[in-house]
């Protein structure tokens, strides 16, 4: 019954039509964008890669969060995307651009729009907060010491752990050596 329909009511060839603008769009977008790398996908299956720096296509920190904030910014627009790690963030994140099938050119025009602010917003913050990648070093030094710091917490309670159960071991051993004595 849906195909019926999707197909009565030429969805498919909607999103085959519009395709290639919604694209054309978002090429532009990751122009103008300094966050925005690749754009990716066929039809109204879209992706924009997210990048902190376009020239290198280098990720974002994890600690950054790019997604969930680009997600909560494109809300406060009224889009809803779906924006994710690849790998937990090892080979990027991205955001998806997936209009309804029955989306005419009235609506990726306001998808555009949203998009472009959200974006804005987001480039905006980045610059506020200070140089992007004095931000990143000083990131990559806090997890580099809370690492080093994790590591020697961790021996720590490990060799703790081995002096107890040698000083357990040597009192059964005592224990023994008395009870054999009496």
Not at 128 to 137: I, P, Q, T, V, Y
């Amino acid at each position: 019954a849906v195909l019926d329909e999707v197909e009565r009511q030429g969805l498919t060839e909607n999103a085959a039509w519009l395709g290639p603008r919604l694209r054309k769009i978002l090429t532009a977008i990751m122009e103008e964008s300094p966050i925005v790398g690749d754009v990716r996908g066929k039809g109204f299956l879209m992706a924009i890669e997210l990048v902190m720096d376009k020239e290198t296509k280098e990720p974002f920190p994890l600690a950054v969060d790019i997604t969930r904030r680009l997600t909560r910014l494109a809300m406060k627009h009224g889009l809803i995307v779906y924006a994710r790690r690849t790998s937990h963030g090892k080979f990027g994140e991205w955001m998806m651009i997936c209009p309804p099938l029955n989306s005419d050119d009235a609506v990726i025009d306001e998808i555009s729009t949203a998009l472009r602010r959200t974006l804005a917003d987001c480039a905006f913050q980045n610059q506020a907060a200070g140089d992007f990648s004095e931000r990143l070093s000083m990131f990559r030094r806090i997890a580099q010491d809370n690492l080093a710091h994790a590591q020697a917490q961790q021996k720590h309670y490990a060799d703790r752990k081995r002096r107890q159960v040698s000083f357990q071991e040597g009192d059964l051993v005592l224990l023994d050596a008395r009870s054999l004595h009496v």
